[in-house]
């Protein structure tokens, strides 16, 4: 990620990525993505007439930066009102308000007429009752699973996806179990898993999974490193965050 010279607000950053291809806003004290954001836009495939939905948009950027792969549409949900506001100056700075919308909604009564050809989310992780509450309440919300839980996310997902479609996931690896129940409780299945490794010789932090209906066993992808033995980025992760086409993962 590269800072750029911009005239954000006074409590604002304004970020690039994939060489300045997409500006992102965000606030200095509010709630921030991280890594697992870009790692998410990289695994998702998608098709030119896919009808996409963001569950928990945050500020926008997974959306964003799906925004350099084919698709008809993005139709982002966003329970805050500031991030939901947020989500919608990003899409405009990139100029991206006929292909993605946000809405100002809670996932758990979300009751669209449509279905989607592909939902995906980069949720809440930690348990309502698990670490500490941040000062913040955008911070809080956004990293705890306050305004839904992991099983509210796959009831969502579920209720709103094509027979056919799929839906993709980021979750830290101590979250498998509740995955694979919740996604048991509304009919889906893997049907691709990559784990991601801070570094080479260490446990997985995180997975990303693309699931659907009906699937065959998992396939599982090669591994993803985000750092290499010097504690820099991997040529991977920044072939990832500079948006750069190193060949599908699948």
Same mark, same amino acid.
Request: hydrophobic letters at 40%; charged letters at 30%; one cysteine or more.
């Given at each position: 990620?590269?800072?750029?010279?911009?005239?954000?607000?006074?409590?604002?950053?304004?970020?690039?990525?994939?060489?300045?291809?997409?500006?992102?806003?965000?606030?200095?004290?509010?709630?921030?993505?991280?890594?697992?954001?870009?790692?998410?836009?990289?695994?998702?495939?998608?098709?030119?007439?896919?009808?996409?939905?963001?569950?928990?948009?945050?500020?926008?950027?997974?959306?964003?930066?799906?925004?350099?792969?084919?698709?008809?549409?993005?139709?982002?949900?966003?329970?805050?009102?500031?991030?939901?506001?947020?989500?919608?100056?990003?899409?405009?700075?990139?100029?991206?308000? +006929?292909?993605?919308? $946000?809405?100002?909604?809670?996932? /758990? @009564?979300?009751? &669209?007429?449509?279905? =989607?050809?592909?939902?995906?989310?980069?949720?809440?992780?930690?348990?309502?009752?698990?670490?500490?509450?941040?000062?913040?309440?955008?911070?809080?919300?956004?990293?705890?699973?306050?305004?839904?839980?992991?099983?509210?996310?796959?009831?969502?997902?579920?209720?709103?996806?094509?027979?056919?479609?799929?839906?993709?996931?980021?979750?830290?690896?101590?979250?498998?179990?509740?995955?694979?129940?919740?996604?048991?409780?509304?009919?889906? +299945?893997?049907?691709? $898993?990559?784990?991601?490794?801070? /570094? @080479?010789?260490? &446990?997985?932090?995180? =997975?990303?999974?693309?699931?659907?209906?009906?699937?065959?066993?998992?396939?599982?992808?090669?591994?993803?490193?985000?750092?290499?033995?010097?504690?820099?980025?991997?040529?991977?992760?920044?072939?990832?965050?500079?948006?750069?086409?190193?060949?599908?993962?699948?």
């Amino acid at each position: 990620m590269k800072r750029i010279k911009a005239s954000p607000g006074e409590d604002e950053t304004l970020d690039s990525f994939y060489h300045g291809r997409v500006l992102i806003l965000q606030k200095k004290r509010g709630y921030r993505f991280s890594v697992d954001a870009p790692l998410l836009a990289d695994f998702i495939r998608t098709r030119p007439a896919d009808n996409l939905l963001e569950l928990g948009a945050g500020s926008g950027v997974i959306s964003l930066l799906l925004s350099r792969k084919p698709f008809r549409r993005v139709v982002c949900l966003e329970v805050q009102p500031g991030l939901a506001a947020l989500a919608r100056c990003n899409i405009a700075l990139n100029r991206l308000e +006929k292909k993605i919308v $946000v809405l100002e909604q809670d996932l /758990r @009564a979300f009751r &669209p007429e449509e279905k =989607f050809d592909l939902v995906f989310s980069n949720p809440p992780y930690i348990k309502r009752t698990g670490g500490h509450l941040s000062l913040s309440e955008e911070k809080s919300i956004a990293k705890h699973e306050i305004k839904g839980d992991i099983f509210d996310i796959m009831q969502a997902a579920g209720s709103v996806l094509e027979k056919d479609g799929r839906a993709c996931f980021i979750y830290p690896l101590k979250r498998k179990g509740d995955f694979d129940r919740a996604l048991e409780a509304v009919g889906l +299945k893997v049907r691709i $898993v990559r784990f991601v490794h801070s /570094r @080479a010789g260490q &446990p997985a932090r995180w =997975f990303m999974a693309e699931c659907r209906f009906a699937a065959p066993s998992p396939e599982v992808l090669q591994p993803l490193w985000v750092y290499d033995e010097r504690g820099e980025y991997t040529p991977e992760m920044k072939a990832i965050f500079a948006g750069e086409d190193h060949g599908p993962h699948f």
